[in-house]
């Protein structure tokens, strides 16, 4: 099950960065394709983006395109998302799974955009 083991989340300016970092529990992170997903209040989960077992493929929603950057470093079972130019529109939780994703959900870690 994978599992947010550093919560990188929290309060932010607008304009701000943070990085996000998500390891593996009790499974092989290196074998599968992740995704970082995110949901806001009162709004359906959505995907963020992703990066296949290599590392070189990525992919993003166009809403964080050049912003965003998804990472993994498969020697640490990690995989990172570094949010560039936070807006408020971004402030969400934000969760990583398996891309497709697994029933298997984390808690999740709170990110908040605000002045």
């Known amino acids: 099950q994978l599992q947010l083991v550093e919560p990188g989340g929290g309060l932010v300016q607008p304009g701000g960065s943070l990085r996000l970092s998500c390891a593996a529990s009790?499974?092989?992170?290196?074998?599968?394709?992740i995704g970082w997903y995110r949901q806001a209040p009162g709004q359906q989960r959505e995907w963020v983006a992703s990066?296949?077992?290599?590392?070189?493929?990525?992919d993003y929603v166009d809403s964080v395109k050049g912003r965003f950057s998804i990472s993994r470093d498969n020697s640490k079972k990690t995989v990172y998302l570094q949010m560039n130019s936070l807006k408020p529109e971004d402030a969400a939780v934000y969760y990583c799974n398996t891309r497709p994703a697994s029933d298997s959900w984390g808690q999740g870690t709170q990110v908040t955009v605000s002045s």
């Open positions: 009790g499974f092989r992170l290196e074998y599968y394709a």
């Open positions: 990066v296949d077992t290599s590392g070189l493929i990525r």
